[in-house]
């Protein structure tokens, strides 16, 4: 029933990436990734093997429990709707998140001292599929494109605020562990993505009678040949019946 509907790559592509997530979590209770090796440690040559692993590696089970259910969705959403771009915006999301959280200077927000930091987890990723979601239906103002967007929102508004940094709202005793340079990296290069590829794939669909110079002889001849034969309906009418003649004449238009 739904082999039509649900694209396969919206199933297998989630489970692939589910099944990388808890394999990594897995060798890293086995000790295969211990201290920061396999994190994104900004600024140091050593932590450029991060780009690539660090979403495939977790802190703990609420960690990558917390990251598998959006990631989950979101990809199911990216390669169901977006299909033509999706393995682009999945694969550059994925590096070009990574390359710029490296970049980023780890400056503890409120003293602006150097803090030495490991960085993992797949928020970052998290980050670059809401955004991208949310602003490709905008960018392409497609109905069906923009209700994923408001889905986005719903279920999902609330990744804003892991932007900033908790020492903003909070008086923490020690520097917070969640990377808010990571969700902030995300969401910069997912809106970026969107943009870039805004004219990429289903956008809103235009009719050619609803362009400005539109003129189509059969449409003249048929609203001659209405008026001749439905003389009352031009009369003083209620609103509703003037909505029931421009309905008619679609439904010509349309045959």
């Given at each position: 029933m739904f082999k039509n509907i649900i694209s396969k790559r919206a199933v297998i592509t989630p489970l692939l990436m589910l099944s990388a997530m808890w394999l990594g979590f897995f060798l890293q209770t086995l000790g295969f990734f211990?201290?920061?090796?396999?994190?994104?440690?900004?600024?140091?040559?050593?932590?450029?093997?991060?780009?690539?692993?660090?979403?495939?590696?977790?802190?703990?089970?609420?960690?990558i429990i917390s990251n598998s259910i959006p990631?989950?969705?979101?990809?199911?959403?990216?390669?169901q709707f977006y299909p033509l771009v999706a393995n682009?915006?999945?694969?550059?999301?994925?590096?070009?998140?990574?390359?710029?959280?490296?970049?980023?200077?780890?400056?503890?927000?409120?003293?602006g001292d150097y803090m030495y930091t490991c960085t993992i987890g797949a928020s970052g990723?998290?980050?670059v599929l809401a955004f991208f979601l949310f602003f490709s239906g905008v960018f392409k103002w497609n109905m069906k494109l923009l209700t994923?967007?408001?889905l986005v929102v719903l279920y999902y508004g609330s990744l804003i605020?892991?932007?900033?940094?908790?020492?903003?709202?909070?008086?923490?005793?020690?520097?917070?562990?969640?990377?808010?340079?990571?969700?902030?990296?995300?969401?910069?290069?997912?809106?970026i993505i969107a943009f870039a590829f805004k004219n990429v794939g289903e956008r809103k669909k235009k009719f050619i009678w609803e362009f400005p110079n539109y003129y189509s002889e059969?449409?003249?001849?048929?609203?001659?040949?209405?008026?001749a034969n439905h003389p009352d309906d031009f009369l003083e009418l209620p609103y509703k019946k003037?909505?029931?003649?421009?309905?008619?004449?679609?439904?010509?238009?349309?045959?």
């Open positions: 211990q201290s920061c090796f396999g994190a994104i440690i900004p600024l140091l040559p050593e932590g450029l093997l991060g780009i690539v692993t660090s979403p495939l590696l977790h802190g703990n089970m609420d960690h990631i989950a969705v979101l990809l199911s959403l990216l390669y682009k915006v999945f694969i550059i999301g994925w590096l070009a998140t990574g390359l710029l959280l490296w970049l980023l200077p780890p400056i503890d927000i409120l003293t990723i998290v980050y994923i967007s408001m605020w892991g932007m900033f940094p908790e020492e903003l709202f909070y008086n923490l005793q020690e520097p917070s562990k969640i990377s808010w340079q990571a969700h902030l990296s995300g969401a910069v290069v997912g809106s059969k449409d003249d001849k048929l609203w001659q040949e209405y008026k003037r909505e029931d003649i421009w309905d008619r004449l679609d439904e010509l238009r349309r045959k």
